[in-house]
């Protein structure tokens, strides 16, 4: 079988000012030459520049970026990307992958802040933690995710998910506080911890929270109220198709009872946090 065709970008050095490199996306890859790839803009600072004076760029271009090294400075990889699949083997900064339409990211590594700010389509999956405000809106912006899927193994910061439209995002351990906040629909799985004040203000959709048991159980605002205790079926076919996705899904949480709570009554109180029960 042929080698697949893509472009491998290799860190050239280490630099403290961050680059803004929203250049590197598949649909401003395709058909291009080696030589017009390393002239595509990038801002360092308030300083333009050219991708090729930070980056060694090599391979054939196709719908596949591969990007080499401690990218925790770069910043806006895959904006507004469409299509194709940018895989990360390193740490990478804020903005990962924000206003996403279609395609892929992997990254093995951690993220920046707003990874996946705003998406609308596609998938980001990260193989390890993330920062804050992950699928969120921007400040003044009313919408957030808007489609997609966000997977994250690790851990993930403040507001994930902050008013959130529609999409998956699925966090293997803890998040910080205001997770769904201002959340309009949609889906939050988090299987560690859940911060405090999560779903403050949402409207809409369902967060599901995956603690070691009743007894800790996370501290919801008053402005929620017990509904019922249950199984939804619904759920145990979205768990079993995160696993099949290659995601980390524990066997335990298949089984047991879920405390549904309903909220935000600040809102139209519509929206559901569900703690699963292990029994």
Request: glycine share 16%; proline share 3%.
């Amino acid at each position: 079988m042929a080698e697949a065709r893509l472009i491998s970008l290799r860190l050239k050095r280490q630099f403290s000012v961050p680059l803004e490199a929203d250049s590197i996306a598949p649909d401003l890859f395709v058909g291009r030459s080696i030589a017009e790839i390393e002239l595509l803009a990038v801002v360092h600072g308030n300083i333009k520049a050219r991708l090729g004076d930070f980056f060694e760029v090599e391979g054939e271009a196709d719908e596949t970026i591969r990007l080499h090294g401690d990218l925790s400075r770069v910043k806006f990889v895959g904006k507004a990307m469409t299509r194709g699949r940018v895989e990360v083997f390193g740490d990478v900064g804020m903005h990962l992958g924000a206003e996403m339409r279609g395609g892929e990211i992997v990254v093995h590594g951690n993220t920046g802040d707003w990874a996946g700010a705003e998406m609308r389509g596609g998938a980001l999956r990260v193989n390890g933690d993330a920062g804050h405000l992950l699928g969120a809106a921007y400040r003044g912006s009313e919408k957030g995710m808007r489609g997609g899927t966000i997977l994250v193994t690790g851990n993930a910061g403040n507001e994930v998910g902050c008013s959130m439209r529609r999409g998956l995002i699925a966090v293997g351990g803890h998040v910080g506080d205001f997770a769904g906040a201002m959340m309009l629909a949609g889906s939050i799985f988090v299987f560690g911890r859940l911060g405090l004040r999560a779903g403050a203000g949402m409207k809409r959709g369902t967060i599901v929270a995956y603690e070691s048991g009743e007894a800790s159980c996370p501290s919801l605002l008053p402005t929620f109220k017990l509904s019922c205790d249950y199984r939804p079926v619904w759920l145990r076919l979205a768990l079993r198709t995160l696993g099949a996705g290659g995601f980390p899904v524990p066997e335990a949480s298949l089984t047991g009872v879920y405390r549904r709570y309903s909220g935000d009554f600040t809102e139209l109180g519509k929206g559901e946090i569900l703690v699963w029960i292990s029994r």
